[in-house]
């Protein structure tokens, strides 16, 4: 569907999170990982009457939740590198953010892209910033915005509660888009023995078992390396985490 029209202006808030998290059970801890940021979209669409003058207070108003005006939200989560996040041209890293916003129906704030690197890269820059394998850094991105017509799914993916149109799904329908990771971040990925236990390739869903060479990403996930090759030949995302390979 085309992006509904924003009405007025925005509302907005970026926060910066980072939090603990239990090892995944195929990650190798032999050295500390690349770190990854993520990038937690929220968006929520107001639903406003056809007004064609809209005065600041009574704009203001509609975004209370008392007003009772229809809603919907749709996220979006992204995950980019540090790496990526730190080139002098941040071009690449305000592309991948306007893609994020654009495939919520929000192309047109594609304004704040900037200051969400920004913050990111305020947090690499903290001090207290340790690249811990264990904890995920962040930002939180929160939306609000007027609309004329909320987002909706096209007819084909619309979802209901009737099973019986369960039978008229087909996931050939559904347009999906592959990019490939480079043939260099492929040469580049590093092979590691398996020594104590076996590591569950979730691709093949598989062990690679000790004694065995596994081909680790940046993000720290070991996979068989004839998988993971064959996988990052088709996309450039990690299939456990999905965090992007470069």
């Given at each position: 569907?085309?992006?509904?029209?924003?009405?007025?202006?925005?509302?907005?808030?970026?926060?910066?999170?980072?939090?603990?998290?239990?090892?995944?059970?195929?990650?190798?801890?032999?050295?500390?990982?690349?770190?990854?940021?993520?990038?937690?979209?929220?968006?929520?669409?107001?639903?406003?009457p056809?007004?064609?003058?809209?005065?600041?207070?009574?704009?203001?108003?509609?975004?209370?939740?008392?007003?009772?005006?229809?809603?919907?939200?749709?996220?979006?989560?992204?995950?980019?590198?540090?790496?990526t996040?730190?080139?002098?041209?941040?071009?690449?890293?305000?592309?991948?953010?306007?893609?994020?916003?654009?495939?919520?129906?929000?192309?047109?704030?594609?304004?704040?892209?900037?200051?969400?690197?920004?913050?990111?890269?305020?947090?690499?820059?903290?001090?207290?910033?340790?690249?811990?394998?264990?904890?995920?850094?962040?930002?939180?991105?929160?939306?609000?915005?007027?609309?004329?017509?909320?987002?909706?799914?096209?007819?084909?993916?619309?979802?209901?509660?009737?099973?019986?149109?369960?039978?008229?799904?087909?996931?050939?329908?559904?347009?999906?888009?592959?990019?490939?990771?480079?043939?260099?971040?492929?040469?580049?990925?590093?092979?590691?023995?398996?020594?104590?236990?076996?590591?569950?390739?979730?691709?093949?869903l598989?062990?690679?078992?000790?004694?065995?060479?596994?081909?680790?990403?940046?993000?720290?996930?070991?996979?068989?390396?004839?998988?993971?090759?064959?996988?990052?030949?088709?996309?450039k995302?990690?299939?456990?985490?999905?965090v992007?390979?470069?």
């Amino acid at each position: 569907m085309i992006s509904p029209e924003v009405i007025g202006d925005p509302r907005y808030d970026i926060s910066p999170y980072r939090y603990s998290y239990t090892t995944q059970p195929n990650t190798i801890e032999e050295e500390p990982h690349a770190p990854f940021f993520t990038i937690n979209l929220n968006a929520k669409f107001i639903l406003v009457p056809h007004l064609s003058i809209m005065e600041d207070e009574d704009e203001e108003s509609l975004f209370d939740d008392d007003a009772g005006n229809p809603t919907a939200f749709l996220e979006n989560i992204g995950w980019i590198s540090y790496e990526t996040l730190m080139k002098s041209d941040v071009t690449e890293t305000i592309v991948y953010v306007q893609d994020m916003l654009a495939a919520i129906y929000l192309p047109s704030l594609s304004y704040i892209a900037d200051r969400i690197i920004d913050c990111c890269k305020n947090m690499i820059n903290n001090n207290d910033y340790d690249h811990n394998l264990n904890e995920e850094v962040g930002v939180n991105i929160s939306v609000e915005v007027l609309v004329y017509e909320l987002p909706q799914l096209d007819d084909d993916d619309d979802y209901d509660d009737d099973d019986d149109d369960d039978d008229d799904f087909d996931m050939n329908d559904v347009p999906i888009c592959f990019v490939a990771a480079s043939e260099e971040s492929i040469e580049k990925l590093e092979k590691v023995w398996v020594k104590d236990n076996p590591i569950f390739c979730s691709i093949c869903l598989e062990d690679v078992s000790v004694g065995l060479e596994a081909a680790k990403l940046p993000c720290t996930h070991a996979y068989h390396e004839g998988c993971v090759v064959e996988w990052l030949q088709v996309s450039k995302f990690c299939p456990n985490c999905r965090v992007e390979i470069v």
